[in-house]
């Protein structure tokens, strides 16, 4: 069993910035795709990003076109951790996120790919 614990959300105003961490543990974490989701109050949850396995190293990482060229996802095996590092936010990214493993080696944005799930941390972004 995966469990999986965030970090890092706050508040920040337009523009700021804010790296999020996922750290796992548990099973074999090494062979689970990680994705980071969404929810902000009123509306469904929805995908931001997703990274490959660690043991696949190579394999791709996607993002949501609402956030590409200001989010950036990475992960540092020694560390069995998964980081979103998001820039330039904007009132629009206010909501709590969520990380997510998902048991394949590739990234996926399918949410129903993904079996097991943090807590959830709350980022707020407002002046």
């Known amino acids: 069993q995966v469990q999986l614990v965030e970090s890092g959300g706050g508040l920040v105003q337009p523009g700021g910035s804010l790296r999020l961490s996922c750290a796992a543990s548990?099973?074999?974490?090494?062979?689970?795709?990680i994705g980071w989701f969404r929810q902000a109050p009123g509306k469904e949850r929805e995908e931001v990003s997703c990274?490959?396995?660690?043991?696949?190293?190579?394999?791709?990482?996607h993002y949501v076109d609402s956030v590409k060229g200001r989010f950036t996802i990475t992960r540092d095996s020694g560390k069995n951790t998964v980081y979103l590092q998001m820039n330039n936010l904007k009132p629009e990214d206010t909501a709590v996120y969520y990380c997510?493993?998902?048991?394949?080696?590739?990234?996926?944005?399918?949410?129903?790919?993904?079996?097991?799930w943090g807590q959830g941390t709350q980022v707020t972004v407002s002046s």
């Open positions: 990274i490959s396995s660690a043991s696949r190293r190579d394999g791709p990482i």
């Open positions: 548990g099973g074999s974490s090494d062979n689970y795709a």
């Open positions: 997510a493993a998902a048991r394949r080696y590739s990234a996926t944005l399918v949410v129903q790919e993904y079996v097991h």
